[in-house]
């Protein structure tokens, strides 16, 4: 079963901020939280990914708790383009190397 | 930089067929690993191959099996097919020294059992 709970779907205005949360309670030291999304019917496509400090990249910044219990992938300026479903996901490289992956968060980007 | 490619783009089979999906791993990259997206459901995990080797697997039945080259490309096979088996097939690419490594997705292949 997935180690993460998100809402099942979120609405978002053109041009604002996206802020998608997960929740990650019994996450372990060494895993990493990852996010993913996926645009209808394609692969999905890797985002960021963090241990415990927060990470920023061109896509994406994340935001992790400093329990590590919860995050929040942050769209600075969502597009039309971002609507999607966005994925959170608990990661064990070491041990077991597969990614379990929950529902998702359906997020409409609205014009 | 090519990315992860996978053929074919789609693909329809009658029960009790076998069929065989590819995957070419992004340039670097060593370990292949295989999902299963039902419609509606986030992806399952099927294996893993490493060093041409099964290294993990996901509570799937025998009647799927994969293989992995020498050039680290792949392949997996589902034979007897069922209705059930009808779903988005994922091929997703990493480079694994010790761990730490991001799983990057093919477009993926969709089969339809009919």
């Given at each position: 079963d997935a180690k993460t709970t998100q809402p099942p779907s979120m609405d978002?205005?053109?041009?604002?901020?996206a802020n998608l949360p997960c929740n990650h309670s019994t996450i372990s030291g060494n895993e990493y939280v990852y996010w993913y999304r996926?645009?209808?019917?394609?692969?999905?496509?890797?985002?960021?990914?963090?241990?415990?400090n927060n990470e920023t990249n061109e896509m994406a910044s994340l935001i992790i708790t400093e329990d590590r219990k919860s995050s929040t992938l942050i769209l600075p300026h969502a597009t039309l383009r971002d609507t999607a479903v966005y994925y959170c996901i608990v990661y064990n490289a070491g041990n077991n190397r597969k990614l379990i992956w929950g529902l998702g968060?359906?997020?409409a980007v609205n014009p | 930089d090519a990315g992860v490619t996978q053929s074919p783009t789609h693909l329809i089979k009658t029960r009790g067929q076998q069929v065989t999906l590819r995957c070419s791993p992004k340039s670097g990259h060593d370990t292949?690993?295989?999902?299963?997206?039902?419609l509606g459901q986030g992806p399952q995990f099927i294996f893993q191959y490493y060093e041409e080797e099964e290294r993990q697997r996901g509570n799937f039945p025998d009647r799927f099996s994969g293989h992995q080259f020498p050039n680290y490309s792949s392949e997996l096979n589902v034979n007897a097919l069922l209705l059930g088996d009808s779903a988005l097939y994922l091929c997703a690419s990493s480079f694994?020294?010790?761990g730490?490594?991001?799983q990057y997705f093919g477009p993926g292949t969709r089969l339809t059992v009919l």
């Open positions: 978002c205005a053109e041009g604002r901020a996926q645009i209808h019917s394609q692969g999905p496509q890797y985002i960021i990914h963090g241990l415990k968060t359906s997020l | 292949v690993s295989w999902y299963q997206q039902a694994n020294p010790s730490g490594d991001t």
